[in-house]
């Protein structure tokens, strides 16, 4: 009865150096394409970077038995992960090259039950507003059918990437 799951990833250095030297969107671009790594967390949780723009990022996930807690359903924390990525990189596609971006907050609403059963769930994050130095972002948990799963609001805070 004992399951596994085996997974790889790529040197997390190599897109960590990249930040910063372009512009956030042509950054995401470049690990939407593959030029980039992406960041391990993706490969761990088995979620996929699947659309990028000017403000609007949507990541992926076909939920498994992995992502479970206890009860027999998705843990908060992998709703809570996509949410964060989606509102933290829908951030970084604003940002100019030399700035970087951390989330200050995440507020997170869960709404419905995620399992196997659910099939692929989209977190897609929006831009509410951006300045110099503050962003607000939030991003809402679909499913197929754009049933609202969980939604959360990110402030982030925007600061200049030191020459490496």
Request: proline share 6%.
């Amino acid at each position: 009865m004992t399951r596994s799951r085996t997974f790889e990833w790529q040197d997390p250095g190599i897109s960590a150096a990249a930040v910063g030297r372009q512009s956030g969107l042509d950054f995401l671009r470049s690990v939407l394409s593959g030029r980039l790594p992406a960041p391990p967390i993706m490969a761990t949780l088995g979620f996929s970077l699947e659309e990028v723009e000017f403000g609007r990022v949507v990541f992926a996930v076909e939920p498994g038995e992995e992502h479970y807690n206890p009860i027999g359903s998705v843990h908060g924390g992998v709703y809570a992960t996509l949410l964060d990525s989606a509102a933290g990189c829908c951030v970084q596609t604003v940002l100019p090259a030399g700035m970087g971006y951390t989330s200050l907050d995440l507020s997170v609403k869960f709404l419905r039950r995620i399992t196997v059963d659910t099939g692929k769930v989209r977190a897609v994050g929006t831009v509410l507003s951006h300045g110099r130095r503050t962003a607000l972002a939030q991003a809402e948990l679909l499913d197929s059918e754009d049933r609202l799963l969980a939604h959360a609001t990110s402030s982030c805070m925007i600061f200049p990437v030191p020459p490496s």
